[in-house]
Nanobody, 115 residues
Framework: QVQLVESGGGLVQPGGSLRLSCAASGIFFRSYVMAWYRQAPGKQRELVASIISSSITNYADSVKGRFTISRDNAKNTVYLQMNSLKPEDTAVYYC?????????WGQGTQVTVSS
């Protein structure tokens, strides 16, 4: 079964850290471009970070220097390490995998940054 399953979301105080994980199954993971998107209430879904390989990554300006995307092809998993979290990082975070016309989404995980 083809699926992406996120985990690791939750409630964290401003300045705190969280690590999101996305486990893929049913796909040839290492061939996929993996990414994290987020959607805050009333806003459009936006790209947070993407990764082709450990040396080819891309970040939204709003998270550069605070978030790190990585992947473990042996575990079919992509990660998003989020540090120095801000209230404006509050959103549902979605894992995405793309290969050609295949565009896969996870169910999302809620991240709430609040004191």
């Amino acid at each position: 079964q083809v699926q992406l399953v996120e985990s690791g979301g939750g409630l964290v105080q401003p300045g705190g850290s969280l690590r999101l994980s996305c486990a893929a199954s049913g796909i040839f993971f290492r061939s996929y471009v993996m990414a994290w998107y987020r959607q805050a209430p009333g806003k459009q879904r936006e790209l947070v970070a993407s990764i082709i390989s450990s040396s080819i990554t891309n970040y939204a300006d709003s998270v550069k220097g605070r978030f790190t995307i990585s992947r473990d092809n042996a575990k079919n998993t992509v990660y998003l390490q989020m540090n120095s979290l801000k209230p404006e990082d509050t959103a549902v975070y979605y894992c995405n995998g793309r290969l050609g016309i295949n565009n896969l989404w996870g169910q999302g995980t809620q991240v709430t940054v609040s004191s």
